[in-house]
């Protein structure tokens, strides 16, 4: 048995790890390449012949968008995912397609027909088992991850009856809107992602705190506040708490009218994965059903207005432009690499009343990065821009584990691990993951790149 990355071996993104087992292989994820990490050619380079299948932790772009050049290169095995996951892939891989080649909606649905000819929803829990044509039998499930809708690791019993777990990606614990990872009984070898393994969030408890104090002291002054947001994910926990301070404002104290505020989601993606959130109801934490049941709709409410087509949204553009109303405008991309936040951006940053938001992980190369760096001049759309809004950072957004988290996770394996390889992170903060491990697990070898 042997494991080999084809991504995210020392960078965040593009996530594509195969696990060989003799003649045979299991491919987990299948992910982009984003920032300063993307390539130039997204062609698969390294060969299929033994893929007996394409295991999916969840349908985050960095771990799912390679799988139409994945087709390309000849791949014609299953792709398991869970039930959501499956759901979500073919709205995820489309809205890549057209932003990457420019594909239309016909071309996009000839490519995302053949991956749903290929994909099998798999509930949580529920062994899959694969017979290799050199006999040996794999048993293969998916557990809670908490770190979006349908996301799981990857737990694969061998012959041998060792375990090897694919993390995928690992929510932080106490998210009230879907529930929290929980720890493997066994992993006698498992591959850990580490993006933020060498620091602490902010307590989850306080973000919504921070959001509400963050509004109300950049609209002291009008002016829009954008908050860039990923489509699967972040978008549905900002609507989440904004809804519960619109739900809990004091319409006599508060300096914000928050019964009137408008709150936009102008992302025609996160408008549709929103709607498979309401779906998977069944997936949400208990905090997130017990408002529901009292009637609240913490991701469809009254003051949330969907902008559907461009015209709208470039209306919307050109009147907040001259009118430096206040609102709150939640669009993608999350990084600022594309989508309808660029058209916000190029028309509001230079005014000193727009305020820009960031609630998640900003990779290097990209223009979320540049503002959070405090560049004051940036490129959008071809075009040197002057930053005069003012940049903000929340934590406690993030759908990752912390280093915390993380050390939770392994420490609460029962049985294992004896061997961790460490992915999905910069070289130094593997470097400082290991060492923590070293110092909380016994009798482990820890695999990285350096």
């Not at 995210?8 to 060989?20: I, M, P, Q, R």
């Not at 989508?339 to 190029?346: D, F, I, Q």
């Amino acid at each position: 048995m042997r494991i080999e990355h084809h991504g995210a071996k020392d960078g965040v993104t593009g996530s594509c790890h195969e696990l060989f087992l003799g003649s045979n292989s299991l491919l987990i994820d299948c992910g982009l390449f984003q920032g300063a990490e993307s390539k130039s050619s997204l062609n698969i380079d390294f060969p299929l012949d033994c893929v007996r299948a394409l295991f999916l932790t969840h349908c985050h772009i960095d771990h799912v968008g390679r799988i139409p050049w994945l087709l390309a290169a000849g791949f014609h095995s299953p792709i398991y995912a869970t039930q959501a996951t499956s759901a979500l892939l073919p709205l995820m891989l489309e809205d890549g397609l057209k932003i990457q080649l420019g594909l239309d909606s016909q071309q996009c649905e000839q490519i995302t027909n053949r991956v749903r000819s290929l994909l099998k929803p798999i509930p949580y829990d529920c062994w899959v088992q694969l017979t290799f044509p050199s006999g040996e039998l794999i048993n293969v499930r998916f557990r809670q991850a908490g770190h979006i809708l349908g996301s799981a690791y990857v737990e694969i019993k061998l012959p041998d009856d060792r375990v090897v777990v694919f993390s995928g990606d690992l929510g932080p614990c106490n998210t009230p809107l879907l529930v929290d990872p929980f720890s493997p009984e066994r992993a006698d070898i498992l591959v850990l992602e580490s993006t933020y393994g060498d620091r602490q969030h902010q307590s989850i408890g306080d973000r919504q705190r921070r959001l509400k104090e963050i509004v109300e002291r950049s609209l002291q002054d009008g002016g829009a506040i954008i908050i860039p947001a990923f489509s699967v994910g972040r978008t549905q926990e900002l609507l989440f708490d904004l809804e519960n301070i619109i739900a809990q404002a004091d319409i006599h104290s508060s300096k914000v009218k928050w019964q009137s505020l408008p709150v936009i989601l102008d992302s025609p993606l996160a408008a549709k994965i929103t709607e498979q959130y309401n779906t998977y109801k069944q997936l949400w934490a208990n905090e997130a059903k017990s408002r529901y049941s009292t009637g609240r709709h913490p991701l469809s409410f009254q003051q949330c207005i969907v902008i559907k087509s461009h015209a709208e949204h470039v209306a919307l553009i050109n009147r907040l432009q001259a009118s430096a109303e206040p609102a709150i405008i939640v669009a993608a991309s999350g990084m600022c690499t594309g989508g309808r936040v660029v058209g916000y951006l190029e028309a509001l940053l230079p005014d000193k009343r727009t305020d820009i938001v960031f609630s998640g992980y900003q990779a290097k190369g990209t223009l979320g990065k540049a503002l959070i760096d405090g560049k004051t001049d940036v490129e959008v759309n071809q075009a040197l821009i002057t930053v005069n809004a003012q940049i903000h950072q929340l934590s406690g957004y993030s759908a990752h584990a912390d280093q915390s988290d993380l050390i939770e996770f392994v420490r609460n394996i029962a049985h294992g691990p004896r061997e961790i390889y460490l992915v999905h992170g910069e070289i130094a903060t593997l470097r400082a993951l290991a060492d923590k491990l070293y110092s909380v697990i016994e009798n482990v070898r820890i695999h990285h790149a350096s």
